[in-house]
Structure formats: C-alpha cells, structure tokens
C-alpha cells in the first residue's frame, strides 16, 4: 500500500522568503508522486508531478520538488514566496499511473506574513 | 486547455435523499475518479472506473454509492439516501496516461441538512 505524510499542517513563511513543505512517501513499488494546490473554496490544480525521469521537477508558478529515494522524500520548495501562494497544498502518490488510485496527504496549509 | 466540468457547484439535500453529482471528463481520457474530501480533511479516493465498470473501490463507497457513464460522456455518482456524515466536497478526476495527467474538475460541494 502506498501512503504519503506531510510534516507541518500548518506553515508559515515572510513574503520573499523560501518555502519548504514536507512530504515523506511510503511505497512498495516506485512511486509516482504529485503536488497539488487548492485555494479556498476551489478545485485541485496540479503544480508538479515525478513519474521516474528526472528526479528534480519544476512545476507551476515556481514551485519545485525533489524525489530523494534514499530519504523517501518530495519536498516541495520555491526560493521566494509571494502572498498568491496562500493555500492549501497537498502532497499524492500513486504506484502506478492512471489506473491507479492517488494517496493523498493531510495537507499542509501555508499563510504568507507581509 | 481542456477541463473536466462538474455539476452543480453547490448542492443542499435533506437527509435521505437521493442526489446525482455529475461530471464531464476529458473527451479522450478513459479512467475516471471520484474523491470526496470532508471539511477540513483530507482528500479520499471513493471510486474508480474504466471501460464502464467499477475497477477499484474505497471501504466509503459502500450500498448507497454508485456510479455509471450513462451516455458516453457524463459520469456520475449517485448517493442513494444520503446521511449527514455524506456532506462533503466531491470532486471528478480523469486521467490522461500518456502524458501523466490526472485533471480534476472544481468540485461540487454537498451539504446535507
């Protein structure tokens, strides 16, 4: 079974400052692993998603993660966070792609300080 | 870019009720999801379908649930008598495997009273 935690419900970083949001990954199989986001009162979007090629991924808005197998880690990071980035942002795996259901974390919430 | 589009954005039920929550996937996607997420939790994994029946489902997705691609491009989940604990925001996800990309649709949102 494949499950994902998420350190820190709660996040708070300075406008400008790097944001850094765990993710640690359990999987018997190699992952596929995804971030999304979801601001209030909306859908799911997709920032960024690791299917075993590149171990470092860029995603949307400058949002960036990196597969490290030996931690079992995705943590997602942006050098410098802005006030759009309030949200809800939840980490996903799935161990296979398509037919195969996403695991989702508990989701870390992070508020941006002016 | 396309966009899976779910319908109604809100919905209120009295309890024991039945409710039809419906989606519209990506035309050339063929694996369709339902997740719901409780206020306040995490998203969960209700049910999966491919090539017009169930191929997984959660222990949630129990007697009252059902789901079916009744013409071919809607894809809905049925709550049979729905319970206070079934309020909840219910999103639609399809899947694109060539290129890795599930879609989710906006949500409906289900308040049951």
């Known amino acids: 079974a494949q499950s994902v935690t998420q350190l820190g419900s709660h996040v708070s970083v300075s406008e400008g400052a790097l944001v850094l949001l765990r993710c640690n990954y359990s999987s018997s199989v190699p992952p596929y692993l995804f971030w999304y986001v979801q601001y209030p009162n909306q859908g799911l979007q997709l920032l960024l998603k690791y299917t075993s090629a590149a171990t470092l991924v860029k995603g949307i808005n400058g949002f960036e993660a990196e597969f490290k197998k030996s931690e079992t880690s995705f943590h997602l990071t942006k050098p410098s966070a802005h006030m759009s980035d309030a949200a809800e942002y939840f980490c996903?795996?799935?161990?296979?792609?398509?037919?195969?259901?996403?695991?989702f974390g508990t989701g870390t919430r992070l508020t941006i300080i002016p | 870019e396309p966009e899976v589009t779910q319908t109604p954005s809100h919905q209120v039920t009295q309890m024991g009720q039945e409710v039809i929550l419906r989606c519209v996937p990506i035309?050339?996607?063929?694996?369709f999801y339902w997740y719901r997420q409780i206020l306040g939790q995490k998203v969960e994994f209700l049910v999966s379908f491919y090539n017009n029946e169930i191929s997984e489902k959660s222990e949630i997705f129990d007697d009252q649930f059902s789901v079916e691609r009744p013409d071919g491009s809607n894809f809905t989940l049925k709550i049979r008598s729905t319970k206070l604990e079934d309020s909840a925001m219910y999103f639609c996800a399809s899947v694109d495997r060539a290129n890795y990309g599930y879609t989710f649709g906006s949500g409906t949102r289900l308040t049951v009273v």
């Open positions: 996903a795996v799935s161990a296979n792609f398509g037919n195969e259901k996403l695991t």
């Open positions: 035309s050339n996607h063929l694996y």
